[in-house]
């Protein structure tokens, strides 16, 4: 089953684009550099990063990512990512995309299915129907996972590690097999790329896929 509802998506003329993989697997990275190819490229672009990119959205993410919030379920962590992401598809992106935009955002859905799901072991089914009400359907067009090994991802970390990113070894390794196995499932959305590699050879990949998306 797709993770998205298509279906049930207005017609929208924007595109959705969204960049997935765990810590330090270079998302940021890869997003900035497609921004400054993009702006060069004159086109109108809209930057996002999850949970957060809204002001509610973002107070959400404060509590999500506090080392202090330890304690917290596993579905109330599910449910408030849901919560910043609904906010963040009502002000943003549903928004952006009717007005034919293209909309890159740092993390969405499949993160949840990854770290809630498959990393703490939250029902699947379930995220997926909360996520089809949060994000009312909208689902990416095409999204990038980098995929790199748990440990080497965390080495790349320099700075204090927050909340998610404190979590055992093995966890991180259950999020990459799911990320993995959402690949599988979706193979024609989400594009699997080494997070291994150069950083510069990573890009020309990143930027093939958009050119034939974006008809650049
Ligand atoms: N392809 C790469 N090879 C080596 N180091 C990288 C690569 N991509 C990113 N990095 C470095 O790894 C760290 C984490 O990258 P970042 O883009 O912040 O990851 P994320 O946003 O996925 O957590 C940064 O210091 C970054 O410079
Ligand atoms: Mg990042």
């Known amino acids: 089953m797709a993770v998205c509802v298509k279906d049930i998506v207005p017609k929208r003329k924007g595109l959705f ?21 993009l702006e060069k490229k004159g ?21 999500l990512l506090d080392v202090g919030s330890a304690g917290m379920g596993d579905e109330c962590e599910t449910l408030l990512y849901m919560a910043a992401r609904a906010q963040l598809v009502k002000e943003t992106i549903a928004p952006a995309l009717k007005k034919g935009m293209i909309v890159l955002c740092d993390r ?18 379930w995220i997926k129907k909360i996520g089809g009400f949060a994000t009312r359907g909208i689902c990416p067009d ?14 790349r970390i320099q700075r204090a590690k927050d909340r998610i990113e404190q979590r055992a070894l093995a966890y991180h390794e259950r999020v990459r097999q799911g990320y ?27 930027r093939k ?6 008809g650049l």
Do not use: N
């Not at 109108?44 to 509610?56: C, N």
């Not at 499949?110 to 089914?125: F, H, K, M, P, R």
């Not at 979706?186 to 699997?192: L, S």
């Not at 997070?195 to 890009?203: A, L, N, P, R, T």
């Open 209 to 214: 896929h958009m050119d034939g998306l974006l």
């Open 43 to 63: 086109a109108r672009v809209l930057f996002l990063r999850e949970p957060g990119g809204t002001k509610i959205s973002e107070k959400i993410r404060r509590i």
């Open 180 to 206: 993995l196995k959402l690949a599988r499932r979706e193979p024609a959305r989400i594009k699997v790329i080494q997070g291994s590699k150069d950083k510069d050879e990573i890009h020309w990949i990143v």
């Open 108 to 125: 969405f859905l499949d993160s949840t299915l990854a770290y809630q799901g498959y990393g703490s072991g939250v029902s699947i089914e």
């Open 17 to 37: 684009i969204t960049f997935e993989g765990s810590e330090g697997s270079g998302k940021s990275t890869q997003i900035k550099l497609v921004r400054r190819y």
């Open 142 to 155: 095409l999204t990038f996972f980098f995929d790199i090994d748990a440990q080497e991802g965390l080495k």
